[in-house]
């Protein structure tokens, strides 16, 4: 089986020759960060800290021990763990060895935990002790039960069901690491998903690093940056865009919150003198209402980016008033292409656009349902390809024909008009998802968990308009005929198949029957206008 596709040859020798993609890994990286910036602080997390140099030897011990308990070059290995100092020791232990993360959410459950495993016969687990509110430990040994493919679970912490990671760690002098490659893939990002399940992303050496250095030019981030993590780390935007590793990369410091609240960040804010901070839509109108209010200093904040859902423009415009630091739009996908609009962009460009691409490397068109390329301001989707963006998801070859055209373009379902400048506004979406004020929610994972209800005969999951948020999912049911259909019920029910909770929906509608379309599938469209009348 093909695990995934990959750029042709030609395209991979024109990146390497124009220097986009340099040879270089994870692994280099750390290395010579420990050297550039040995005992400065790379990672802060409540009272603790850890260094550069600290966290190449923590991460090579660990490395030590994972290639011990017989972790290999390639295989995968499930990495859920909240925003901490450990995320960073595993994540570049198994770069060391060439083991594959896969990165979860901290709010995946068991349905997205298991299939997972299945799918990417995953050969362990690691997660965290629990401390942080949710018992992982027992989510861990459910998913244990469920997924032949593990031999390991490890904790970060001390529980007495699993071994801890700590316990893992082995003296790692005159190991013989395996060789990795920059072309070698480093990890499995997840995507926000359409169809099913969420899709396996494979992301290499070469081109996540390409896009973190590029990142890294457009916000200039430096030694002296202090990035605020707010949101889940594991995600590709505070990951790389320019995230956690863009920070790490430039010898800036990492400061991780546990969340987003403004009482937490606006006193991360003063105490580390942050610099820049990344929000989805909804907490950015949080922090908004909340800083007039409070006497926090934020003056060393320079930019606060926004993205994984549309921003509003009248909220745009009130971030520099209110915050006193430069607004950067980020439009970008965990598939590869990240738009940012430019920090010496004019006020309109950044207010009421997504930002353009940050490679001149990366191609955009946009076409209409036949697939034409439109004119320059008409709306349609946006297809993109590049040295960053993935050639086709990993193990699904079925979704890989639909979703990449045979040029290599990754259709991103997202519904745009370019500006005259080539910046993106985003107008609307053709793929059958809800975001969530960035939690992104695939209409048919949700239906298919609802279709198992005893009483549902058919299911659609759309979204609803919310001020707040900017949508909220809506499950709406045709139950069987003489079945009582129970919301309580059937969102219990949804609960008990154990799910990330954003995922439960925030309505539910009850219908005799769908309107369709003409081939006789659900139209979701009537189906959300019909709604819209219903509560207007
Ligand atoms: C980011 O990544 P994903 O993979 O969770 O979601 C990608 C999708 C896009 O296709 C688009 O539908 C939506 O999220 N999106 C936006 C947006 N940013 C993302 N829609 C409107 N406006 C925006 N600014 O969400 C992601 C990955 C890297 C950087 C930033 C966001």
Known sequence: MEEHPTWPQEMAEYYRKKGVWRGETFNDMLRERAMMFAEKIAVKC??????????????????SG??????????????????????????????????????ALPSHRRSELVYLCQHAEAKAYITANGQNGFDYPNLAKEVQAQASSLQHIWVAGIVEAFPSLDEMEKNAENQNWPDIQASDIAFLQLSGGSTGLPKMIPRTHDDYLYSIRKSNDICKLREYSVYLASLPIAHNYPLSSPGVLGTMYAGGRVVLAQGSSPDEAFTLIEQEQVTIAALVPPLALVWLEAAPARNDDLASLEILQVGGAKFSAEAARRVRPVLGCQLQQVFGMAEGLVNYTRLDDPEETIVHTQGRPMSPYDEVRVVDEDGTIMKRGE???????????????????????????????????????????????????????INRGGEKI?????????????????????????????????????PKKGALANTREIKSFLQARSMASYKIPDRFEYKESFPQTGVGKTNKQALRAQLANQYT
Do not use: M
């Not at 603790?48 to 991460?59: E, F, M």
């Not at 968990?449 to 709406?476: K, M, Y």
């Open 442 to 478: 695939a209409a048919e994972e949700i239906e298919n968990h609802l279709l198992a209800h005893p009483a549902v005969h058919d299911a659609a999951v759309i979204a609803i308009p919310d001020e707040f948020l900017g949508e909220r999912s809506c499950a709406v049911i045709v």
């Open 46 to 63: 409540g009272t603790q800290s850890i260094s550069y140099r600290q966290l190449d030897t923590k991460a090579k011990k660990l490395a």
């Open 379 to 433: 709306v349609g989707e946006l297809q993109t390809r590049g040295p960053y963006t993935i050639r086709g998801y990993y193990r699904a070859s079925e979704h890989n024909h639909r979703t990449f055209t045979d040029d290599g373009f990754y259709c991103t379902g997202d519904i745009v008009r370019l500006a005259k400048d080539g910046s993106i506004i985003v107008e609307g979406r053709a793929k059958d998802q």
């Open 66 to 103: 994972f290639h011990t308990e017989g972790l290999q070059k390639g295989d995968r290995v499930i990495v859920q763990l909240p925003n901490s100092i450990d995320f960073f020791i595993v994540i570049f232990a198994l770069f060391r060895i060439g083991a594959w993360p896969i990165f």
